[in-house]
């Protein structure tokens, strides 16, 4: 049986590791939100995959020393089988680039660590080279896909459980240095619940990622946003702006969310702001780096 849905992960999570184009992949399947569009190949990544985490011009650290060199040659992405329809980036090793970001590195690089242990994280869930010779694409393409599945198992094998540990962490560090695309990492590790101190930094950062257009942070602002502080009118408008960018055959179902919980008993006056609210939120976002289900 073809599943949809876990096909559109998995294609994902072959682009981010094929690019290293990390967008705050969710903490499990469950989260996933179906999407109606095709994902592209991945040997050719389109232009609209974000990059890896951007630091502020004001802060340019100095560049941290070489770390130490991880893992046998065994786990490395080099071993993976290769296929003429997909080339492997040419790119650090996954652990080596943990370990920058573990020992001295740059807030931009521990943000980068965090997005390479993000996305093995997820990788771990899914039988990707499975996934990709069940696809029922062509030959090439599918042969494509496969070789960069394997090629993105094989990083992910120099990634050690202490080094996933430090996801939090990590994400934790960029956050606070103003890193952008790091706040859905570091939001969920913590439940949304970070030390008082970091909480407007937290609700800062998952706000200029919205306006970045990062794909999940409507839907993360809407249900979490009160955690850290925002008010039940801006939560809605979130929403609002998450129920808009969802296909249009599951919108109404997603609009009913507003009949539950901490929305159900709000003022025709608050729901008339949240709606004005929601249409300003929409011009001040950039289009959404992936489609949001």
Not at 22 to 34: D, H, N, T, Y
Not at 41 to 58: G, I, K, N, Y
Not at 156 to 162: D, G, R, V
Not at 267 to 273: D, G, K, Q, T, Y
Request: aromatic residues 4%.
């Amino acid at each position: 049986m073809n599943h949809p849905r876990r096909w559109i992960v998995a294609s994902g999570l072959l682009l981010t590791g094929a690019a290293i184009a990390v967008q705050l992949w969710p903490e499990s399947p469950k989260a996933v939100q179906a999407a109606t569009a095709t994902p592209p190949t991945v040997a050719q990544p389109p232009a609209s995959v974000p990059q890896r985490a951007s630091e502020p011009d004001a802060a340019k650290p100095e560049k941290a020393a070489p770390a130490p060199t991880p893992a046998p040659a065994a786990a490395s992405g080099a071993t993976a089988r290769t296929d003429p329809a997909f080339k492997p980036p040419e790119m650090q090793d996954f652990g080596q680039i943990v370990l920058i970001g573990m020992h001295g590195g740059t807030p931009k690089q521990a943000g980068e660590a965090a997005f390479v242990l993000q996305t093995c994280l997820e990788t771990s869930l899914y039988d990707l080279p499975g996934d990709a010779r069940r696809s029922g694409l062509p030959d090439a393409q599918r042969n494509g896909r496969i070789a960069a599945a394997e090629w993105l198992e094989a990083q992910c094998k120099s990634i050690t459980p202490e080094m996933q540990a430090q996801r939090g962490a990590l994400a934790a560090r960029a956050v606070e240095a103003g890193v952008s695309g790091v706040s859905l990492i570091y939001g969920r590790s913590v439940d949304y619940r970070p030390p008082e101190p970091m909480r407007d930094r937290l609700l800062d950062a998952m706000k200029t990622d919205f306006r970045d257009g990062a794909r999940h942070l409507p839907d993360e602002l809407g249900f979490n946003g009160m955690k850290l502080g925002m008010s039940k009118t801006e939560a809605r408008a979130y929403l609002l702006v998450a129920i808009s960018e969802s296909p249009e055959e599951i919108r109404r179902i997603r609009e009913t969310i507003f009949q539950e919980g901490p929305f159900r008993d709000m003022s025709e006056e608050e729901i008339r702001e949240a709606e004005t609210l929601a249409e300003r939120l929409k011009q001040e976002r950039k289009p959404p780096k992936r489609r949001t289900g």
